[in-house]
Nanobody, 115 residues
Framework: QVQLVESGGGLVQPGGSLRLSCAGSGIIFSINHMAWYRQAPGKQRELVATITRIGSTNYADSVKGRFTISRDNAKNTVFLQMNSLKLEDAAVYYC?????????WGQGTQVTVSS
Protein backbone atom coordinates (compact mmCIF):
# COMPACT_ATOMS: atom_id res chain seq x y z
CA GLN A 1 0.00 0.00 0.00
CA VAL A 2 1.34 3.38 -1.01
CA GLN A 3 1.59 6.10 1.60
CA LEU A 4 2.78 9.64 0.91
CA VAL A 5 3.45 11.96 3.83
CA GLU A 6 4.00 15.65 3.20
CA SER A 7 5.62 18.00 5.72
CA GLY A 8 7.35 21.35 5.98
CA GLY A 9 4.46 23.72 5.54
CA GLY A 10 3.81 26.67 7.77
CA LEU A 11 3.23 30.39 8.00
CA VAL A 12 5.60 32.63 6.09
CA GLN A 13 5.64 36.27 5.07
CA PRO A 14 5.57 37.30 1.42
CA GLY A 15 9.06 36.97 0.02
CA GLY A 16 9.95 34.19 2.43
CA SER A 17 10.95 30.59 1.80
CA LEU A 18 9.82 27.12 2.77
CA ARG A 19 11.05 23.65 1.95
CA LEU A 20 8.45 20.93 1.65
CA SER A 21 9.22 17.23 1.96
CA CYS A 22 7.31 14.17 0.81
CA ALA A 23 8.29 10.79 2.19
CA GLY A 24 6.98 7.71 0.48
CA SER A 25 6.42 4.10 1.40
CA GLY A 26 5.21 1.38 -0.91
CA ILE A 27 6.49 3.31 -3.91
CA ILE A 28 9.98 3.93 -5.21
CA PHE A 29 10.29 7.55 -6.26
CA SER A 30 13.36 7.05 -8.42
CA ILE A 31 11.51 4.87 -10.92
CA ASN A 32 8.35 6.95 -11.06
CA HIS A 33 7.52 10.39 -12.29
CA MET A 34 6.61 12.45 -9.24
CA ALA A 35 5.01 15.83 -8.75
CA TRP A 36 3.85 18.46 -6.34
CA TYR A 37 0.29 19.74 -6.54
CA ARG A 38 -1.55 22.40 -4.58
CA GLN A 39 -5.11 23.34 -3.81
CA ALA A 40 -6.18 26.74 -2.58
CA PRO A 41 -9.58 27.31 -0.93
CA GLY A 42 -12.34 27.36 -3.48
CA LYS A 43 -10.03 26.33 -6.32
CA GLN A 44 -9.25 23.12 -8.12
CA ARG A 45 -6.10 21.23 -7.36
CA GLU A 46 -3.33 22.26 -9.74
CA LEU A 47 -0.01 20.85 -10.83
CA VAL A 48 2.94 22.83 -9.50
CA ALA A 49 6.10 20.93 -10.45
CA THR A 50 7.15 17.58 -11.86
CA ILE A 51 10.29 15.48 -11.78
CA THR A 52 10.68 12.52 -14.09
CA ARG A 53 12.38 9.26 -13.29
CA ILE A 54 15.51 10.55 -15.05
CA GLY A 55 15.43 13.81 -13.12
CA SER A 56 14.00 16.20 -15.68
CA THR A 57 11.93 18.93 -14.07
CA ASN A 58 9.12 21.17 -15.17
CA TYR A 59 7.13 23.91 -13.48
CA ALA A 60 3.87 25.75 -13.70
CA ASP A 61 4.39 29.22 -15.14
CA SER A 62 3.20 30.76 -11.88
CA VAL A 63 6.12 29.27 -9.90
CA LYS A 64 8.85 29.06 -12.52
CA GLY A 65 12.06 30.61 -11.28
CA ARG A 66 10.92 30.54 -7.66
CA PHE A 67 10.27 26.86 -6.87
CA THR A 68 12.62 23.92 -7.26
CA ILE A 69 11.61 20.26 -7.16
CA SER A 70 14.23 17.67 -6.27
CA ARG A 71 14.51 14.09 -5.10
CA ASP A 72 16.70 12.13 -2.69
CA ASN A 73 16.66 8.55 -3.93
CA ALA A 74 18.41 7.16 -0.87
CA LYS A 75 15.73 8.60 1.41
CA ASN A 76 12.89 8.06 -1.07
CA THR A 77 11.87 11.65 -0.54
CA VAL A 78 10.81 14.43 -2.88
CA PHE A 79 11.33 18.07 -1.99
CA LEU A 80 9.89 21.39 -3.07
CA GLN A 81 12.02 24.42 -2.31
CA MET A 82 9.83 27.49 -2.44
CA ASN A 83 11.43 30.93 -2.55
CA SER A 84 10.02 34.42 -2.99
CA LEU A 85 6.64 33.23 -1.81
CA LYS A 86 3.61 35.24 -2.81
CA LEU A 87 0.17 35.55 -1.26
CA GLU A 88 -1.23 33.49 -4.12
CA ASP A 89 1.04 30.56 -3.24
CA ALA A 90 -1.01 29.87 -0.12
CA ALA A 91 -2.59 26.42 -0.42
CA VAL A 92 -2.43 22.85 0.77
CA TYR A 93 0.47 21.18 -1.02
CA TYR A 94 0.45 17.50 -1.96
CA CYS A 95 2.85 15.15 -3.63
CA UNK A 96 1.75 12.31 -5.87
CA UNK A 97 2.82 10.46 -8.92
CA UNK A 98 2.59 12.25 -12.23
CA UNK A 99 -0.01 11.74 -13.54
CA UNK A 100 -1.63 11.55 -10.12
CA UNK A 101 -3.04 8.33 -8.78
CA UNK A 102 -6.31 8.94 -6.96
CA UNK A 103 -5.59 6.51 -4.15
CA UNK A 104 -2.17 8.00 -3.45
CA TRP A 105 -3.26 11.39 -2.09
CA GLY A 106 -1.95 12.11 1.39
CA GLN A 107 -3.07 14.69 3.90
CA GLY A 108 -0.99 17.46 2.38
CA THR A 109 0.85 20.24 4.14
CA GLN A 110 -0.60 23.72 4.61
CA VAL A 111 1.32 26.73 3.35
CA THR A 112 0.08 30.08 4.57
CA VAL A 113 1.54 33.28 3.17
CA SER A 114 0.58 36.35 5.12
CA SER A 115 2.06 39.59 6.30
Amino acid sequence: QVQLVESGGGLVQPGGSLRLSCAGSGIIFSINHMAWYRQAPGKQRELVATITRIGSTNYADSVKGRFTISRDNAKNTVFLQMNSLKLEDAAVYYCNQWPARQNYWGQGTQVTVSS
